[in-house]
């Protein structure tokens, strides 16, 4: 009996499973320690990815943007103006006015001409090619009636197209140093009011799984435009023919706009 309640008594090995205990906590402790490391390094190399995704998508979003800013757009009209014997009333006149659109101008304040204007200047000429049809179509309204042909002034514009419509077209930026190996895609979307939107998305990256996470990041900016497509016909004391600007447009741009799609989204 009194071997039994010393036993009871007898505190060896408590110490032992005490630290077993501890080790148990010091163990799970690390362990969370450990977990939290690992990840806020996961979010921080993700953070550091997304945020050189943006700096690249923004340095080639803003260079087109750039490009546009400091530029203008001269639309211009080929001109004719001839005088001739209306058949049906002897002795009447009527003059002819024939306008033809050919090339519009786009430079910049020190007269060169900006990087991509061989893309947006042919888009700019459609566009304003319409504005043109609908101011002349104003100035003769019976065109096509029984009495165009009555004395008077009368006016052409060739092509007889229909109204235009918003142009839309893709550039590439690929810059050297170090972001070498890298390529972006920057969709142009120029609507009939001249307002441009750029969007641009990575296509190209020298990580590949960098590639695949951000394939559907992009950046839009929007550029709203100052002045008009207009046409004052010149006073010519006789007939001739010459070439005459119709109006100038400049950009601002806004601000950059992030969006992130996921695959499903993306695909829909």
Known sequence: MESAAKKLKNDRGASIILALVFLLVCVMVGSSVLMAASSNA???RSNRQEQQMYLFLSSALQLVADDLTGAKYTCQVDYSRVTMPQYSVPGALCVEHFFYPVNGKM???????????????????????GDIKDILAEQDPDKGSPDYEAPGDHYYYEPYNDAETPQSFTLTVAPDGPLAG???????????????????RMTGAPDTKALELYQNYSLTTTLTRSGTVSLTIPEM?????????AGAITWKAGKVVPEYRDTLEAES
Do not use: K
């Open 42 to 44: 996961g979010r921080s």
């Open 107 to 129: 430079t910049r304040s020190d007269g060169s001409a900006p990087l991509f204007a061989g893309f947006f200047r042919p888009a700019l000429d459609s566009i304003s090619a």
């Open 182 to 200: 890298y390529e972006a895609q920057v969709d142009v979307i120029i609507d009939t009011n001249y307002r441009i939107t750029l969007t641009a």
């Open 237 to 245: 004391a006789e007939d001739g023919e010459t070439t005459i600007p």
